[in-house]
């Protein structure tokens, strides 16, 4: 059975991406909690970095992930751009374009464009402590725009869908290793 480390980012005194009240913090707690049941149901083991609003840096949830020997590491995140509604779409980083982390990046990609995002693609981010310092295959999903009104708008009507597109692109990914 695989595991996969699911981290909902930011917590605590760090909210993250804030728009119109909206922290990000919040947005990705719930969608990690929801994209790890979904796992759960279908056989997959899920370690959470946290499951509560509290603040581990960045480095502690790579560490933790490597402690449990995850087979798959995947942060959830929401993007922002310097204005509202600059931008639109969700996109996955990996450390680099090969091997299994961007075959998962693009299978949650492809899913969430199926449930109405934008795909802005998979791009390479080698200074992320998440992709970096993690021994396992792991991406950094920003699931749309915190200060998008169409994305807040596809991710609160949609919510269950969107859990389900990145849950499924995990389980496609888990299924054909």
């Known amino acids: 059975m695989a595991l996969v480390a699911i981290d909902a ?19 990705v707690l719930a969608l990690a909690l929801a994209v790890g049941r979904i796992l ?11 499951t509560t609003d509290i603040y581990e840096s960045p480095t502690q949830k790579a560490e933790e992930g490597n402690a449990v020997n995850a087979d798959y590491f995947v942060s959830i995140h929401r ?4 204005y509202p509604n600059q931008y639109a779409g969700v996109e996955t980083l990996v450390y680099n374009h090969y091997g299994e982390a961007a075959r998962l990046a693009n299978n949650i990609n492809v899913r969430l464009e199926q449930s109405g995002f934008e795909n802005l693609g998979v791009n390479e981010r080698k200074d992320l402590v998440v992709l970096n310092r993690t021994d396992m295959p792991a991406v950094l999903v920003e699931v749309g725009f915190i200060n998008s009104d169409a994305d807040n708008q596809l991710l ?7 859990a389900w597109a990145i849950a499924e692109g995990i389980l496609a990914t888990v299924w054909s290793a």
Request: proline share 2%; aromatic share 10%; hydrophobic share 15%.
């Open 9 to 27: 980012g930011h917590g605590g005194a760090n909210p993250g991406a804030v728009y119109n009240g909206r922290q990000e913090k919040r947005d």
């Open 40 to 50: 759960e149901q279908n056989g997959v083991e899920v370690y959470y970095t946290r």
């Open 79 to 82: 993007n922002s751009g310097t």
């Open 156 to 162: 609160d009507e949609h919510f269950h869908d969107v």
